[in-house]
């Protein structure tokens, strides 16, 4: 051997109020001889988005090579509600990072040319130009939307009422005109 350590890790992604418990539960499955590494985030997405979501935190364990510390780390990891990840030899790290960051931004185009056709789209059907729009103008979703609001309450009111041989019975509000 030249000195070489065979090192093992383990990274994911749990809720910050778990870690505490992961720290523990690894601990006494190793007896000690591994090492946990948690640093708390924010996802940016749901901050962007103003939802509320609890405060994650992703964690690295570290540990000497060992298939029986394996599985039992790996059931540990499991059994938390998050997700786990292999993390890749020293080498290719850079790799990995180059295809994850190219498949973020082939989702993000993705996202937006969907969202500048759906508006394109929204646009012909409407028949309405984006530089002509004017106030006094009716838009034909909005008919559309209007006329199946009708249609709906029709068809509520009249789930509502008993039928007797091939006529509808009972009471509803109608407007005279």
Partial sequence: MSGATNFNKIAGVIDSVEVERLKRLVFRVTKGKSFVFTHDFVDQAAANDQISRPVKSVYIIMYWDGELIRDKILRICDSFHGNRYEVPEMSQINEEIHKITQSINDARNVYHQTKNSLTEQLMIFNKLDA????????????????FLAKEKAMYQTLNMMKMQNATFIGYFWAPAE
């Fill in 131 to 146: 530089n002509d729009q004017q106030d006094n103008e009716i838009s034909t979703i909005y008919i559309y939307k209007m």
